[in-house]
């Protein structure tokens, strides 16, 4: 398999611009998680889905950010508009239910001037 | 989830055993112990895990204490390409997706010194 899928691995935007992000999970795990990592506040989850449903977007940082999984092989994070402070590096993992430890992908980092 | 504390950083020498240790002092019975680990510019990666039995694998060792307030994770024989950010975690592992919120502290910075 070749792991969590993400993209693009870098992306450079302008302040007020919509922002997409993409992940593909690994094949046949039920669960994906999006993260956002910063120095200063270091990893932190923004969602998760089980199934394809939102579970927990407790983490999600304001109404800028949403985030869809439309089938259990592809979700996006989008933020619109983008402020210079959501400048970080964007996680996704996924994980299967039976075994629980997740796996992340490469991540995307973004930056918004 | 239980929280956890770990050293900010340490320095372990190449070819020597790195012990990470990690204090949970207020873990729940049926919460298990996870390491990741995060090298430069990479997603976090899965280590090993453990509920109160010590645990080895091919990356590492867990080692557990009988009152699981606290925890080393082993690095037997540490090479320059262990150098990462490692994080411990504690959280239940079960079928219910509530248990799914994993929070990742500030880990322990481990440099591998040639």
């Known amino acids: 398999d070749a792991g969590v899928i993400q993209s693009p691995r870098h992306e450079v935007t302008e302040m007020g611009q919509e922002v997409t992000l993409r992940c593909k999970p690994i094949?046949?795990?039920?669960?994906l998680f999006w993260y956002r990592q910063t120095m200063m506040r270091g990893l932190e989850l923004l969602i998760y889905?089980?199934?394809?449903?939102?579970?927990?977007d407790s983490g999600m940082p304001e109404d800028r950010f949403s985030a869809k999984m439309p089938n259990a092989s592809f979700s996006t994070l989008k933020i619109q508009p983008s402020e210079p402070r959501d400048s970080a590096v964007y996680f996704c993992a996924s994980r299967d239910s039976f075994y629980y430890e997740q796996y992340f992908g490469p991540g995307t980092r973004l930056t918004v001037t | 989830d239980a929280k956890t504390t770990q050293p900010t950083s340490m320095d372990c020498a190449e070819g020597r055993a790195a012990n990470l240790p990690c204090n949970h002092s207020?873990?729940?019975?049926?919460?298990?112990v996870y390491w990741y680990r995060q090298i430069h510019s990479q997603g976090p990666q899965y280590i090993i895990h453990g509920l109160k039995n010590n645990e080895t694998n091919e990356m590492a060792s867990l080692i557990i204490t009988e009152d699981r307030k606290s925890s080393t994770l082993i690095l037997p024989h540490a090479t320059l390409r262990d150098t990462a950010v490692y994080y411990c975690?504690?959280?239940?592992?079960?079928?219910?997706?509530?248990?799914?919120?994993?929070?990742f502290g500030p880990g322990t910075s481990l440099s591998v010194i040639p």
């Open positions: 207020t873990i729940s019975g049926n919460e298990y």
């Open positions: 975690i504690v959280r239940v592992a079960g079928g219910e997706t509530s248990y799914d919120k994993v929070i």
């Open positions: 094949s046949g795990h039920n669960s």
């Open positions: 889905f089980n199934n394809n449903v939102p579970i927990d």
